[in-house]
T-cell receptor, first 118, second 113 residues
């Protein structure tokens, strides 16, 4: 069935280091992926997204890589800062439904807790 | 603030009571989504609206749950006869027609005692 999972539940890095958060997905029909950051007591905050016709997308200090061959997604954060400490979720949007209509719901993984040490 | 807003932010209720949550999406967003998140887990999809039409409901949405978006703007999520297992964060998100980017509100944390 459809699932999105993360390789590592926790990641601890030193301030200034680069962070890499990994995510595996199983639905080969998924055509859109998105990374969210969630701080304690807050809703998920959009970071970056990527469509399945791309393998890399860059934002400000963040890069998402998509490897469709092995169904793997990663989020790279450059020069990690204490303010980056949070839980990071990857989410996937499935492809068209069986009826042919668009499928807009997101399926989330469990999340990775990133801790940045000063 | 022009983001998604949710009220109340916290709700404590006794088992068996009914509760209602409200979500106000970003003003020009046509789609509105409800998710539920329990501690240590990612959000789980419950239902979504396009304008006032409810287009999809998860099997998680039992018959005690009902959602409405009567005028295609704000939405309400009602839980009848609450159970302790309903304790969770209820998140609302919205998106523009034609976009897959969903923007989340701060959530309503429900505690059923």
């Amino acid at each position: 069935g459809e699932s999105v999972g993360l390789h590592l539940p926790t990641l601890s890095v030193q301030e200034g280091d680069n962070s890499i958060i990994n995510c595996a997905y199983s639905n080969s029909a998924s055509d859109y992926f998105i990374w969210y950051k969630q701080e304690s007591g807050k809703g998920p905050q959009f970071i970056i997204d990527i469509r399945s016709n791309m393998d890399k997308r860059q934002g400000q200090r963040v890069t998402v890589l998509l490897n469709k061959t092995v169904k793997h997604l990663s989020l790279q954060i450059a020069a990690t800062q204490p303010g980056d400490s949070a839980v990071y979720f990857c989410a996937e949007k499935g492809g068209p439904s069986r009826s042919g209509g668009s499928n807009y719901k997101l399926t989330f993984g469990k999340g990775t807790l990133l801790t940045v040490n000063p | 603030d022009t983001g998604v807003s949710q009220n109340p932010r916290h709700k404590i209720t006794k088992r068996g009571q009914n509760v209602t949550f409200r979500c106000d999406p970003i003003s020009e967003h046509n789609r509105l989504y409800w998710y539920r998140q329990t501690l240590g887990q990612g959000p789980e999809f419950l239902t979504y609206f396009q304008n006032e039409a409810q287009l999809e409901k998860s099997r998680l949405l039992s018959d005690r749950f009902s959602a409405e978006r009567p005028k295609g703007s704000f939405s309400t999520l009602e839980i009848q006869r609450t159970e302790q297992g309903d304790s969770a964060m209820y998140l609302c998100a919205s998106s523009l027609l034609g976009s897959y980017e969903q923007y989340f509100g701060p959530g309503t944390r429900l505690t059923v005692t």
